[in-house]
T-cell receptor, first 112, second 120 residues
Framework: DAKTTQPPSMDCAEGRAANLPCNHS???????VYWYRQIHSQGPQYIIH???NNETNEMASLIITEDRKSSTLILPHATLRDTAVYYC?????????????FGKGTSLLVTP | GAGVSQSPSNKVTEKGKDVELRCDPI?????LYWYRQSLGQGLEFLIY????????KSGLPSDRFSAERTGGSVSTLTIQRTQQEDSAVYLC??????????????????FGPGTRLTVL
C-alpha cells in the first residue's frame, strides 16, 4: 500500500468547514483512498473512500486531485463531536495485507 | 442497522488467567478482523477470517492467542495465561469484502467499540 503523509494536527472553529489534506504521491492506479477517524476511547469509524472521482456522503466529501497524488477530506460544518484523529489510508483491498495501516493521522481539534 | 458489537467493554484480570473476548459482526459481513491498540499506539493486526477459508493468523503475537469464528458469524478471541503486556484495547471489525460488482476490490472495515483489557 502507498505511503500517506498528513499534518499532525489542525484546528477548526465550530460551524466552519474542516479541510484535512493527505499526500499520497506514490499511489498506484488500482489503489483506493480511505478515510477513517478515531474519537477518543472509541473504535475507528469509517468515513468515506474513493478511487479517482470526488465522493460525498452524509458525513463528508472527498476531493481527489486529477493526478491522484493528494486528496482532501472536507467536513462541511464541523461540530465539537468531530474532534478526533483522522486517518488517510491508501490500499488495494483485493490482494493487499488485511491490516489497515493507520499511521499517525491528523489530530483535529474543533473549538467553540 | 446494528453495527459491530463487542463484549465485555472492559475486562480486568490477573496475570496468568485466561480471558475470552467476543465479537458480533454486522450481519452478512463475510470478513472479520481482530486488532489490538496499546495506549497511544496504532492498530496492530491480529487475525483475519474470510468466509469458510482458513483464517490468517499471521498477526497473532504468541501461541497464547487464538481465535475462532463459529458459523461464520460470532468470533471469540482467547488469550491464555495473560501477561501485563497484553493490556490493550482489542478491536474487532467486519467487512462485506466485495470482490466483484459495485465497489469491487474495496474493503471497508466497520469497527466495534473495543474491549479494554487490563492485566494486573
Amino acid at each position: 500500500d502507498a505511503k500517506t503523509t498528513q499534518p499532525p494536527s489542525m484546528d477548526c472553529a465550530e460551524g466552519r468547514a474542516a479541510n484535512l489534506p493527505c499526500n499520497h504521491s506514490t499511489i498506484s492506479g488500482n489503489e483506493y483512498v480511505y478515510w477513517y477517524r478515531q474519537i477518543h476511547s472509541q473504535g475507528p469509524q469509517y468515513i468515506i473512500h474513493g478511487l479517482k472521482n470526488n465522493e460525498t456522503n452524509e458525513m463528508a466529501s472527498l476531493i481527489i486531485t486529477e493526478d491522484r497524488k493528494s486528496s482532501t477530506l472536507i467536513l462541511p460544518h464541523a461540530t465539537l463531536r468531530d474532534t478526533a484523529v483522522y486517518y488517510c489510508i491508501v490500499r488495494v483491498a483485493a490482494n493487499s495485507g488485511y491490516a489497515l495501516n493507520f499511521g499517525k493521522g491528523t489530530s483535529l481539534l474543533v473549538t467553540p | 442497522g446494528a453495527g459491530v458489537s463487542q463484549s465485555p467493554s472492559n475486562k480486568v484480570t490477573e496475570k496468568g488467567k485466561d480471558v475470552e473476548l467476543r465479537c458480533d459482526p454486522i450481519s452478512g459481513h463475510t470478513a472479520l478482523y481482530w486488532y489490538r491498540q496499546s495506549l497511544g499506539q496504532g492498530l496492530e493486526f491480529l487475525i483475519y477470517f474470510q468466509g469458510n477459508s482458513a483464517p490468517d493468523k499471521s498477526g497473532l503475537p504468541s501461541d497464547r492467542f487464538s481465535a475462532e469464528r463459529t458459523g461464520g458469524s460470532v468470533s471469540t478471541l482467547t488469550i491464555q495465561r495473560t501477561q501485563q503486556e497484553d493490556s490493550a484495547v482489542y478491536l474487532c471489525a467486519s467487512s462485506p469484502r466485495r470482490t466483484s460488482g459495485t465497489n469491487a476490490n474495496t474493503d471497508t472495515q466497520y469497527f466495534g467499540p473495543g474491549t479494554r483489557l487490563t492485566v494486573l
